[in-house]
């Protein structure tokens, strides 16, 4: 039986995951993380983009974190996004859409908080793409 450990997945406004994993990858800020029971604590920030499961029965379950916090302590990992879901729950389309409106604010570039605003929003929709992606890779 592989080492177990807690893992929970917060968003602003709930909690999206929480149970038993033998596995968490995620996009931290300075390069990919791969936590595994016993890891040294840990404090991190994340970048938007896939967090990766691998569940007891070695199946993986796959959710998107716009960015946020990682942390790693003996009780277990708390991913802390400001947006969280479950990567079956993203609307490619929509994700596209904001992308498209996000890039068009850019180059109107009307002020600096315009701006920043559009370039989070691109960071999230490239960020909801990855997340796809790496769903249907495992799919496969």
């Known amino acids: 039986m592989a080492s177990l450990m807690n893992c929970s997945i917060v968003s602003a406004e709930q909690e999206i995951f929480s149970g038993k994993v033998t596995m ?5 800020s300075e390069g990919d993380l791969g936590i595994l029971p016993g890891h040294a604590p840990l404090l991190t920030g994340i970048k938007a983009g896939p ?3 691998k569940l007891e029965d070695q199946t ?12 790693v302590q003996p009780s277990g990992v708390i991913v802390l996004a400001d947006t969280a879901i479950r990567a079956d729950d993203i609307d490619e389309a929509e994700a596209k ?6 890039r068009k604010l850019m180059d109107e570039q009307a002020n600096e908080i315009d701006f920043a605003r559009a370039e989070s929003m691109v960071a999230d929709s490239l ?3 990855r ?4 769903l249907r890779k495992r799919r496969r």
């Open 51 to 53: 967090v990766r499961l």
């Open 24 to 28: 968490v990858v995620a996009a931290g």
């Open 131 to 134: 997340t796809l992606e790496e």
């Open 127 to 129: 960020g909801q793409q």
């Open 97 to 102: 859409e904001t992308q498209e409106r996000a």
């Open 60 to 71: 993986e379950e796959i959710f998107f974190a716009s960015g946020g916090y990682l942390e």
